[in-house]
């Protein structure tokens, strides 16, 4: 989100379902903001299959969480991609690449923890620039 993030949360082993899914992520991080920011609260996920599940969009429905709708392909245009590449392209840059889980893990979160909040608000505030860049290529990639 803009000028705040929350830590970074690595699921730990075994696949995010709906259930997990509800648990780690939307009850603990998600229902907290939308109770700070009220009702300029807007909550945009990737489509991802857990994200779509009866169990995740009741729970969204029950705490009034509005999400975003956004279509399932569109990688060009959603911030977290872009911070995902930017996290992947330091640790590729690093002398001695984690090798191990845990070596993985602490080095996210020292990248995470590094990263520029600056470049987060950048990405959320070109949204609306690169939508209407979308619309102009007519749904073909953006050049950047």
Sequence with gaps: M???????HIFDAGSVNGTRYCNEILLPYVRLFRGAMGLQFLFMDDNAPCHRTVAAKQLLESEDIEGMDWP???PDLNPIEHVWDFLGRCLAACTLPPVTFRELRLALQDEWTAMPQQLIDTLILSMGRRCETCLAVRGDHIPY
Aim: no cysteine.
């Design 72 to 74: 399932a392909r569109f």
């Design 2 to 8: 803009l000028v705040s993030r929350t830590d970074l």
